[in-house]
């Protein structure tokens, strides 16, 4: 098991991002956004300079998190701009010896029921984004977001059902804030721990983030990892207990929110609540490892 994060809530730039993860003794980045934009869209010239930063540092990036087929996209609109990104991305990829790569199922349509969602042309063009990287001999893995995959769990098991080859990263806190389209209205919001029990044995990614649903003002606030309502440690000590040996990545959302521009934070705060966050996370994950030592001993 190796341990990463999104490393642009650290800090803007590569310089940083690579700060911050030799501050926590980690050798990953999952690479989001590098001076505000993606990955897979800064210009060739950045490329190459986060490049040999990454190299003379010895870090690497495990995935790139990109903005494929995202929350920010229509399924009524043509899916140009993420096919681009995609074949953007794999070059990118093959260089850093990243393997693999983040990718959503497009925005739920809002106002529609959950049966009016387009789904078999979600289908076809994620079935399309994963065949660009197969053959690239790269894994795209779906995220519980803002999509269609996170409306629930039956939605993620239909995407895998329809969508041959395609694994899960499963998010923690997304559940927190999303809303079961399952359950008829007034809808509840997702349990964590019920959506990851249906889909675990999918699982080869995680991303830890945490918070509680706040009903009067109608958003998340995010806490640190095993505060909040996103079950982080029961699903972590359940993925130990299961042998599981993939990567654990950081989103904490406190400081800084990578997709909202009007949360603004200083570059101080940034570093040093991703740090804090990461180091939370490692005497959590020791925590639990004692446990299941001590339960394994009896």
Known sequence: MYLTGFADEAAVDIDGQIRATQALGWKNIEARN??????HDISEAEFAEVCDKLEKTGIRVNCFGSAI???????????TSSLEEARRAIPRMQRLGTRMIRIMSFAVRKGRAPDDQMAEERFHRLRDFCRLFFDAGLMPVHENCMNYGGMGWPYTLELLERVPGLKLVFDTGNPVMSDDMTKPPPRP????WEFYEHV???VVYVHVKDGIWDPEKQQVIYTFPGEGQGDVRRILK???RRGYDGGISIEPHMAVVAHDRSAKSKAELMFENYVEYGRRLMRLLDGIRAELEQERRG
């Open 34 to 39: 590098i001076n505000g934009r993606n990955i």
């Open 189 to 192: 919001k997702q349990s964590s």
């Open 69 to 79: 087929a995202n929350w920010g996209k229509s399924i009524e609109e043509p899916f």
């Open 238 to 240: 359940d993925l130990l």
């Open 200 to 202: 675990r044995d999918h």
